[in-house]
């Protein structure tokens, strides 16, 4: 009795302290933005690419065929720039833990880290401290806030993916009729840009008869994109396509439409790897679907690290440098530096491609 | 027979005697070994590992294992009663997704969301007790429940969003060091914490009647211990901590998410095993468990360094929950075989 | 039974010979000798921890003997395991029923043998029809296809005995088969037995019923301290002599209760019930005065002193100690109130076994120890010090687990737990049970010591002669009710024994 | 001796009436059946409630996807209503799924040509050898089934990725003839759930009707009283998770087949599905009660809530939060009717005190 006694009183007193602790550090804190400011230095275009960089990958999961793939394409750039390519990251795709391996990569005083954000705010922290430490930061396919880092290789620009997806489809199911979006997850920030372009490329005349019914989420989680294609089929039976813009997604609702009713019926495009949809445009399921080349993103990406730590370009808008075999590339906006339009594959083409 | 009243000790008395003799010195040593074990892993890093033994990194370290030492703390105690609580991680998602919400949507101070985050905790904390001891439900069933329940309800709180635009000086005070050092800030409250749970667990009647209810609750009932109500408040007190693990999850990066901490309770299992809490309750010390989680936390960090792939990782956090479990039982079967062995040869020597 | 009982003319069908068994550094078994013929009942008795329970273990496969020999019909057994013992044919009856509550009753009965039908499945309807059987053969009735859940402790101890003799066996253990058994239920299980013997099987019967022991068995082997004493033909031995080998010595000076002055009313219960526990009990203790409360196993007389104490809740009726009401359904109001009681069971209630003797000693003062609600060891230790001495606990250390010490010594530190809180009211559940004679005449002595302090001492107890020896006055339970109560002067055996049966009224 | 228990004397023996024990026959089972029953009319009305909402939630591709999705889950939930039934509990289902399904995929890239039924027994295979770790390191270290697997839940998933190294296994990698395994149907009900349904039959047979299987629900019913009674516990245990483990390996050839992608991730997270499927299905979590048929419609109640929530538009994120109430509702349920059911046994007890 007087041990629960003491005890409640111990859980009170604990969470008193907590309160405590939560509340000290300062007074009547509301919600208020706070902007951040990007600091550049001058760039010197004509510095030579300097050797024996280190230059890390950090993925956003190291279990993903897609940044397998875009790392391998970074190694081959690190390795003509004569620099050291290394490549680690979490086997889950979680915030917290990439901002572990940052830590220890500026530790290691890495002088480029290239990453793909899991999250583009919890790991601004860590990434301000490694620039601090004397790091370089690129982000490839999915950014962080812009004050994070120095540049962000984007694979296409977020108007490109939308005027591509959007025309694929239509041309699809013959210019009207419902279709409907199978994203990743909704706090994809690349996603959710492209949808939101999509959505205003839509009401351009020459789609009018086409109507976006639904974005469905799969989590990047193949099941769950399977039971979300599954279960748009039913919900909207007027359904005409579909466009599902994540490479998880599009190969889970190729693989359902293929072994369903509405196969070759309802159409399918989005983005996705040829080695994955292979399978399925040859079988008819799918017509025709786009992507980037990731290894040519990795590429990219190491070369504009590289860049950014010889002195080349210094993430300012309409900075210049040369990339390796995919030549001359200027930093943009906001150090946004774009990969190109994508590459469409079909029946024809498919089979030139290999990742 | 003689009249003497002391007589020594009948045989069958001590039917479990040497195997609990033997247990008891098994695990009294675990503690020292795992602290031994702690102080040699640092050592071998700071020698083999480069950039290991640097002030930044232990500031890395010591962040790093912020959330896992918190939620220890309340877990040990609850393994030491014999109960489990799988739900840590979850609540910690949960509470960090309603930061965001509220944040986000209520126009209330952030002191007052961070109050109200912590008196959340604790009331997703009294969820289970209630299930646990008001309904006589097994905990590990429960929290698997309410792992799934409230990792459920942190992604439909905030949906897939991040919520992200937390004052600075909020996010960049719980990452900063204590000035002169660099040694994180909140290491004080949590070691303060770890006093707490500390001196309840070692130096309160509570923790005496934790220990007992953990080796036998019905014994424990009739020496008057509240065995429910008791376990009641301990979760309680689990969900309060996991509110506040969630309050730093979310300053510290700056992001409150429904994904927050997802996973985090087996790493927190682990923790308390490796730190010598028997999973049978009523064995374990508190001083092991900070050192488990110190332990943990530095054979990862020094394989990160030493550039061992991340899946080499998850492979050796399975490894050290096993080990940390098997060990002790092996190390105590040797020793009883040893035992008999020896008396054995005693009694059939010629 | 058998025509020439007590001259054993067959070769042996069992011997044990050498047997010797530690658990740690505690030697509960040396240099035991057993010989089972058939055909033969044997008895084996002793004290509690003489060593008995172990010596079945090892029979039944359960615990492997650290040196000596076991032989059956001449040839070297080999007990690995239960399933060895089994196929030797060695069928085992536990003093504690091991039943798997949520198979039914038939399964329970055939676990491992069950009959089969084509593709060699489990034939239940057989199953069920044989359990049946073997319920007829017993003469009870017991559903052989609902669940073994809810079964009470007697129609339990049935299915183990049903159990046992569904294999024909050849070696039937029996450990203290009867102590949940009706009368008519024991000479059923006898009839079997017998019939057993008859076809040439060995039984081994365990008992504290020397009415029993002697009613069914030959031979009769005396275990004491883990030391064979003697074996000899029934016929040749009295109770008074068996019992002068069991303890060593005699046993007549064993219950010293002094009279005392008797006091205010300490506890007084009145119209308690608990609907199908036990209904309408009403009674009082004065301090000085020592109240045993008797009645058959199963009569619910603990369940009134767990109810009393908090432990249990109660439906109606009122619980005062020293006048003042005693709010139902806490154990810690109870101890608050001045109520302390040591439990039946003290493995399971009384201690906890992994917990040193120190903290074991002061659990229930660990409020009261502490400083500012600080405990740390200094209190406690000179806490333990002190009772663990005044108890004369024998103990090499204060921090050695609880587990490692004697039964005795265990009862001692029960007691020293409970008399560290200075209660008014003691309640003593079976206070002696399982503690050597020397330790059990200590704990009379202080019951009674305690007594003449002033303190209340109800005291539960199915030895009846500690019941006898220190009650004050008797109240006698049966099926849940209280049916008498004797004075010092009334109560003997008989009228106990007459009350307890329910046949009260020709007391 | 002084020694006299009080209890020889006889008292009389309640004999309980014919019609009480007829009454009794078989209450073990029909609880059981009203368990299923239930699952059956929760899973009836949620289809109902969907099919109001949308009629095509019943048409025969929807049923088809129905049992295509839940075959999976089915058999994982067989094999662990076998460990969980001896009071154990195996969490490494998903990670052995994972490494069985990579390793499937790993071989036909090694060897184009092997015949799937090679490939479907090397699966099985592997499986059993990780269920034996997992087996062996419990008979070893005698330590709860849940810390054990709890730590091959990393190893294992470790393992896998380590292997994978980020590699991805892609349906051209495998042949037809495999893939069609997955997606094939057999008299318009898809073999994969045929699978799963022989699995569910096989297991509820032996589990019911065998010596072995009887003494599953011995250990986890009472494990000392088991080993009394001569029952070989260690040996018994180890060969449940060696068979949980065969079956989570069956699982993961049967998700190659079906899934086709493969990469190291596959089946993360599916262990704790698996066992809120065997709870929600009336296996007790402490041992000794339940069946496969309650866990396999468990399982298919939980695929079939999935589908629901996509088919009715409602946000996926309270799917999980659905199936944390389920798991709670389920042992809430379970411990009501079993304290109802004792205060009836205790009722109809031949000996009442």
Request: with cysteine; net charge neutral.
């Amino acid at each position: 009795m007087n041990s629960l006694f003491r005890l409640r009183l111990g859980a009170t007193a604990l969470t008193l302290t907590a309160l405590l602790l939560g509340t000290a550090a300062c007074g009547g804190t509301t919600r208020d933005n706070a902007g951040g400011s990007q600091a550049s230095g001058a760039a010197n275009p004509d510095a030579p690419i300097k050797e024996g960089l280190k230059i890390a990958f950090l993925p956003k999961q190291v279990n993903n065929p897609y940044f397998t793939t875009a790392d391998n394409g970074g190694k081959e750039a690190v390795t003509e720039v004569k620099g050291e390519f290394k490549e680690v990251g979490p086997s889950e795709a979680s915030a917290s833990s990439q901002v572990s391996y940052i830590n220890t990569l500026s530790q290691q005083g890495m002088d480029v880290i290239v990453t793909s954000a899991n999250d583009p705010n919890a790991i601004c922290g860590a990434l301000n401290q490694a620039k601090a430490a004397g790091a370089k930061i690129v982000t490839f396919d999915s950014d962080t806030k812009p004050e994070c880092r120095q540049v962000f290789v984007n694979q296409v620009t977020a108007q490109g993916i939308a005027e591509n997806q959007v025309k694929l489809i239509s041309e699809q199911i013959g210019g009207e009729g419902e279709i409907a979006i199978l994203s990743a997850t909704a706090n994809a920030t690349n996603q959710n840009a492209w949808i939101a372009l999509m959505k205003e490329e839509l009401k351009k005349p020459e789609y009018g008869k086409v109507k976006l019914v639904t974005v469905a989420y799969g989590n990047d989680d193949d099941q769950k994109s399977f039971q979300e294609m599954q279960g748009l089929l039913q919900a909207y039976p007027n359904l005409k396509g579909v466009i599902s813009p994540t490479t998880v997604g599009v190969a889970a609702a190729a693989r359902y439409l293929s072994g369903s009713q509405y196969k070759g019926k309802v159409k399918l495009t989005g983005l996705g790897t040829p080695n994955q949809m292979r399978e399925y445009v040859k079988d008819g399921t799918v017509d025709a679907f786009a992507l980037w080349n990731p290894a040519d993103l990795g590429y990219l990406a190491a070369y504009a690290g590289a860049a950014l730590a010889s002195g080349q370009i210094s993430g300012a808008e309409g900075d210049r440098f040369t990339a390796g075999r995919l030549g001359e590339f200027t930093v943009g906006k906001d150090g946004v530096v774009v990969l190109g339009p994508p590459t469409v594959f079909d029946k024809s083409n498919i089979d030139k491609f290999n990742f | 027979m003689s009249h003497d009243t002391l007589t020594p000790a009948p045989p069958v008395a001590g039917r479990q005697s040497g195997r609990l003799a033997g247990f008891g010195t098994a695990l009294g040593s675990w503690d020292a070994a795992i602290v031994a074990g702690l102080v040699a892993a640092v050592l071998v890093a700071s020698a083999a590992v480069p950039n290991f033994a640097t002030g930044r990194n232990a500031q890395f370290l010591l962040l790093d294992l912020v959330p896992l030492a918190l939620l220890a703390l309340p877990m040990t105690l609850i393994i030491v009663t014999g109960e489990i609580d799988l739900s840590v991680a979850s609540m910690v998602g949960l509470c960090s997704s309603l930061m965001g919400q509220l944040w986000l949507s209520s126009g209330l101070s952030l002191e007052l969301i961070c109050v109200l985050v912590v008196l959340l905790g604790a009331l997703l904390g009294a969820v289970n007790g209630v299930f646990v001891t008001g309904f006589g439900l097994p905990s590990l069933a429960v929290t698997i429940g309410t792992l799934a329940l409230y990792r459920g309800l942190s992604f439909v709180v905030l949906g897939d969003q991040a919520v992200a635009d937390f004052p600075a000086d909020w996010t960049a005070a719980v990452v900063r060091p204590i000035p002169g050092t660099s040694i994180p800030v909140m290491v004080v409250p949590v070691l303060l914490l770890a006093l707490v749970f500390g001196v309840v667990l070692h130096a309160t009647p509570a923790g005496r009647a934790l220990y007992a209810m953990g080796n036998n609750s019905e014994a424990a009932t009739f020496a008057g211990v509240s065995v429910a109500r008791t376990k009641f408040w301990l979760f309680v007190a689990s969900g309060a901590v996991c509110g506040l693990a969630g309050l730093f999850w979310t300053l510290r990066y700056a992001s409150a998410r429904g994904d927050n901490a997802t996973g985090l309770e087996l790493t927190v299992v682990t923790a308390v095993l490796l730190g010598g809490v028997s999973i049978f309750g009523g064995r374990g010390r508190l001083l092991g468990v900070v050192a488990g989680v110190l332990l943990l936390g530095v054979v990862r960090n020094a394989l990160q360094l030493a550039d061992v792939d991340a899946n080499a990782l998850t492979i050796v956090t399975g490894t050290l929950l096993i080990a940390s479990v098997v060990l002790p039982n092996a190390v105590r079967d040797i020793r009883a075989r040893l035992h008999r062995r020896r008396q054995h040869t005693r009694v059939t020597a010629p | 039974m058998s025509p020439d009982a007590g001259t054993i003319t067959s070769p042996p069908l069992l011997v044990l010979d050498d047997i010797a068994k530690s658990f740690g550094a505690v030697a509960a078994l040396r240099g035991v000798h057993l010989e089972l013929h058939p055909g033969e009942a044997h008895a084996l008795v002793g004290e509690n921890g003489a060593g008995k329970s172990t010596l079945v273990k090892i029979l039944a496969g359960a615990h492997a003997p650290d040196s000596g020999r076991i032989t059956l019909d001449g040839e070297p057994l080999l007990l690995r395991g239960p399933a060895d013992a089994r196929a030797a044919g060695i069928a085992v009856i536990y003093q504690e029923p091991t039943l798997f509550p949520d198979l039914t009753v038939a399964e329970n009965i055939f676990m491992g043998r069950q009959p089969l039908r084509s593709l060699r499945r489990v034939d239940i309807r057989e199953m069920n029809r044989a359990a049946e059987q073997l319920f007829a053969r017993l003469g009870v009735r017991i559903d052989p296809a609902r669940p073994a859940r809810g079964l009470s402790i007697a129609d339990q101890q049935l299915v183990e005995i049903a159990k046992a003799i569904s294999f024909d066996a050849r070696v039937l253990v029996m450990d203290e088969p009867t102590a949940a058994l009706s009368g008519v239920e024991v000479e059923r299980l006898f009839g079997v037995a017998r019939s057993l013997c008859a076809r040439g099987a060995a039984v081994l019967f365990i008992s504290h019923r020397f009415d029993e022991v002697f009613d069914l068995c030959q031979r009769l082997t005396v275990l004491r301290d883990g030391a064979w004493v003697s074996s000899d033909p029934t016929a040749d031995l009295t109770v008074g002599e068996v019992v002068r080998r069991m303890v060593g010595r005699d046993v007549d000076s064993l219950f010293p209760k002094q009279d005392t002055v008797r006091r205010d009313t300490l506890l007084e219960v009145r119209g308690l019930s608990r609907a199908g526990v036990f209904s309408d009990v009403s009674f009082h203790v004065r301090g000085g005065e020592i109240v045993a409360l008797a009645g058959l196993v199963g009569a619910g007389r603990s369940e009134v002193a767990r109810a009393i104490f908090g432990i249990d809740p109660y439906d109606t009726g009122e619980v005062r100690v020293a006048g003042r009401v005693l709010p139902a359904g806490s154990a810690a109001k109870a101890i608050g109130a001045g109520l302390a009681l040591v439990p039946e069971d003290r493995r399971q209630q009384g201690l906890v076994m992994e917990l040193s003797v120190e903290r074991n000693a002061t659990l229930v003062r660990r409020g009261a120890l502490a400083r500012l609600g600080l405990l740390f060891g200094g209190a406690e230790r000179a806490e333990a010090r002190q009772w663990t001495r005044r108890l004369r606990v024998k103990t090499s250390r204060l921090t050695a687990a609880v587990g490692t010490l004697s039964g005795g010594n265990q009862q001692k530190v029960v007691l020293a737990k409970w008399l560290a809180t200075r209660p008014r009211v003691l309640i003593v559940d079976e206070p002696t049970r399982g503690i050597d004679v020397g330790t059990k005449s200590e704990v009379h002595r202080l019951l009674s010591e305690l007594a003449g302090e002033g303190m209340g001492i109800l005291m539960i107890s199915s030895e009846l002669p500690e019941v006898l020896g220190m009650a004050d006055r008797v109240l006698v339970m049966h099926e849940g009710r209280l049916v008498r109560e004797l004075s010092r002067d009334e109560a003997d055996e008989t009228s106990v024994m007459f009350a307890a049966t329910g046949q009260g009224a020709t007391a | 001796m002084s020694r006299t228990d009080t209890s020889v004397a006889d008292r009389p023996t309640g004999v309980p009436s014919p019609a009480a024990s007829r009454s009794g026959r078989g209450l073990t089972e029909r609880l059981l059946a009203v368990r299923e029953l239930s699952l059956l009319l929760a899973l009836g009305a949620l289809i109902l409630v969907t099919t109001l909402y949308n009629d095509r939630f019943l048409g025969s591709q929807s049923i088809k996807d129905l049992l295509l999705g839940c075959a999976i889950l089915v058999i994982l939930a067989a094999g662990q209503t076998l460990v969980i039934v001896t009071r154990n509990v195996d969490l490494s289902v998903g990670s052995i799924l994972g490494l069985v399904a990579f390793a499937t995929g790993e071989l036909f890239l090694a060897a184009p040509g092997t015949p799937w039924p090679v490939a479907l027994v090397t699966g099985v295979v592997l499986g059993a050898v990780c269920g034996a770790v997992n087996g062996g390191l419990i008979a070893v270290a005698k330590v709860p089934a849940l810390v054990i697997t709890l730590g091959t839940l990393y190893a294992f998933r470790g393992v896998d990725y380590y292997w994978a190294a980020g590699q991805q296994i892609n349906a051209a990698d495998m042949p037809r003839s495999f893939l069609r395994l997955g997606n094939q149907t057999l008299f318009g009900v898809p073999v994969l759930f045929l699978v799963a349904l022989v699995v569910v039959a096989v297991a509820g047979f032996y589990l019911r009707s065998y010596r072995s299987g009887r003494e599953l629900y011995a250990i986890g019913s009472e494990p000392a009283a088991a080993r009394l009674s001569g029952i070989p516990v260690g040996r018994r245990v180890f060969a449940v998770f060696v068979a949980s483990g065969a079956l989570a390996g069956l699982a993961g050839v049967l998700y190659a087949a079906r899934f086709g992608t493969l990469d190291a991730a596959a089946g993360t997270g599916l262990e704790l599905q698996v066992v809120a499927a065997a709870v929600v299905g009336g296996v007790a979590i402490f041992g000794g009660s339940g069946s496969v048929y309650g866990a396999a419609l468990g399982a298919v109640l939980l695929t079939t809530i999935g589908s629901s929530l996509a088919v009715l538009r409602i946000d996926p994120f309270w799917q999980q939060a659905v199936v944390g109430a389920l798991i709670l509702a389920a042992i809430g349920l379970d411990r009501v009717l079993a304290i109802r059911t004792a205060a009836r046994l205790r009722g109809r007890s031949a000996h009442v005190a």
